[in-house]
């Protein structure tokens, strides 16, 4: 191999790591984001069942007052998990935090099909409807806060 094929070998392999970076980074700013809201959701969950406000048991049933306080949390630690999907992507922070928020409606839904002979059918339809407002507003205020 002489050097100019060395030369045009290396550059292009140059700009294939580039778009793989690329790639990778905006995997690692959704996956911060998800883990983000899954932590924060699941320590408060935790909290509120060892303060006693929660029932201990993850089936038993909740008042509708105890469904609102966990909606309302998670729908804040949503806006906070897209907003750090956002911040911390490559490009396009918006619509980082709407892949999150489509994870989220994604999952809301799986779990709305799992829990809904529990009871709290309200709170599993919130649990879907919750997660693109939640990125949109994420996704906005790191598009605010970069432009600041």
Same mark, same amino acid.
């Given at each position: 191999?002489?050097?100019? +094929?060395? +030369? @045009?070998?290396?550059?292009?392999?140059?700009?294939?790591?580039?778009?793989?970076?690329?790639? #990778?980074?905006?995997?690692?700013?959704?996956?911060?984001?998800?883990?983000?809201?899954?932590? +924060?959701?699941?320590?408060?969950? !935790?909290?509120?069942?060892?303060? &006693?406000?929660? *029932?201990?048991?993850?089936?038993? $049933?909740?008042?509708?007052?105890? #469904?609102?306080?966990?909606?309302?949390?998670?729908?804040?630690? &949503?806006?906070?998990?897209?907003? #750090? @999907?956002?911040?911390?992507? $490559?490009?396009? *922070?918006?619509?980082? @935090?709407?892949?999150? &928020? !489509?994870?989220?409606?994604?999952?809301?839904?799986?779990?709305?099909?799992?829990?809904?002979?529990?009871?709290?059918?309200?709170?599993?339809?919130?649990?879907? @409807?919750?997660?693109? *407002?939640?990125?949109?507003?994420? &996704?906005?205020?790191?598009?605010?806060?970069?432009?600041?």
């Amino acid at each position: 191999m002489n050097s100019t +094929t060395f +030369t @045009a070998f290396a550059t292009s392999n140059a700009h294939c790591a580039r778009p793989q970076r690329r790639v #990778l980074r905006s995997v690692g700013a959704v996956l911060a984001g998800f883990l983000a809201i899954a932590i +924060t959701s699941t320590a408060t969950d !935790a909290l509120m069942r060892a303060l &006693g406000i929660f *029932p201990s048991g993850i089936t038993d $049933p909740m008042s509708d007052g105890l #469904l609102l306080l966990a909606a309302a949390y998670r729908a804040v630690y &949503g806006i906070f998990g897209t907003y #750090l @999907a956002a911040r911390l992507a $490559p490009s396009k *922070p918006l619509q980082h @935090a709407l892949v999150l &928020g !489509a994870i989220g409606v994604v999952l809301g839904t799986l779990g709305a099909i799992a829990m809904w002979s529990v009871g709290g059918h309200w709170y599993a339809i919130a649990n879907i @409807a919750i997660p693109l *407002p939640a990125a949109v507003i994420g &996704g906005k205020l790191a598009q605010f806060r970069s432009k600041v």
